[in-house]
């Protein structure tokens, strides 16, 4: 079965398809959160770390890390970002950014084995953030998405994450070092778009064999009750392939999800974890 390690300076994470889900903590993102990215401008990291803390807490094994917003010198806050994580923590790191230069500063950064967030199919991905990826012996998590943009149809998915995989390999990246996300899309938009990212899982689990993560809350976008549905939808994609969610971990209806996939998965043994997160998370009622 294909696994993939993450390491920090004390931390080991192993990604695979026997194991329990690894949750990616996702809260470190300035996008649609006003507050943390006002901090970001101003070099404030404080509340970087308080999230770090709190992700970690409520059950994060990797956190992804991202400061990309207009008017900063991303590279350098990126940097200073990673350093701040690492004081409160000592869980991987996911390195999140769209600029090949902020993910190299950040990687110089990171002490250990780190994931990068992402590349894709487009060529000029390829070539700038495969290079990266080998020197500084990371991870990658591969978009289905080329230059043509994010297909609808399950098998161009497979396509592309082949395509990403194959020129991997030839830049020296190892096979489990290549994470792939079939892109949850809306499904206020297409009604038929988690069916889509389930079929892609499929293929990519059956044919490919490597680990998948996803962005679970696209999924609900522009619907009432969304943690509801991703909470749904990603029970439902942890039974065809999903290996390391990238979710709020601080929502308990979202680990509750995770934790009784992995449960009815048969990949929490004697269902101690399940038990052992509950009687902590609700102590009163235990002792009930």
Not at 98 to 125: D, I, M, T
């Amino acid at each position: 079965m294909m696994e993939t390690t993450l390491k920090s300076r004390k931390e080991t994470v192993i990604i695979g398809p026997d194991r329990p889900l690894v949750i990616i903590g996702e809260r470190i993102n300035p996008t649609g959160r006003k507050k943390l990215a006002k901090a970001l401008e101003e070099g404030n990291l404080k509340l970087v770390q308080e999230e770090a803390a709190r992700q970690v807490r409520e059950g994060a094994h990797v956190l992804d890390v991202n400061v990309g917003i207009s008017g900063i010198d991303e590279p350098a806050l990126l940097k200073e970002a990673i350093q701040a994580v690492r004081e409160v923590t000592e869980v991987p790191l996911c390195i999140d950014s769209a600029l090949p230069a902020a993910l190299e500063a950040g990687l110089q950064a990171y002490e250990g084995k780190a994931l990068v967030n992402s590349v894709n199919g487009e060529e000029r991905k390829l070539k700038e953030v495969l290079p990266l990826v080998k020197q500084y012996g990371a991870a990658v998590i591969g978009l289905t998405m080329d230059d043509d943009g994010i297909p609808k149809e399950a098998t161009k998915r497979l396509e592309i994450a082949r395509k990403i995989l194959e020129e991997a390999q030839k830049s020296g990246v190892a096979r489990e070092d290549v994470i792939i996300d079939p892109l949850a899309m809306a499904i206020s938009t297409d009604q038929g778009a988690a069916l889509e990212t389930l079929k892609t899982m499929r293929l990519i689990r059956d044919e490919i064999g490597v680990n998948q993560t996803l962005g679970v809350s696209n999924i609900s976008f522009g619907l009432p009750e969304r943690h509801a549905i991703n909470g749904i939808f990603l029970a439902l994609a942890a039974m065809n392939g999903l290996t390391c969610p990238i979710v709020d971990p601080t929502l308990w209806e979202m680990r509750r999800c995770m934790l009784i996939s992995d449960l009815l998965l048969a990949k929490d043994s004697y269902c101690m974890k399940f038990i052992s997160v509950y009687r902590e998370k609700f102590p009163k009622e235990e002792s009930k």
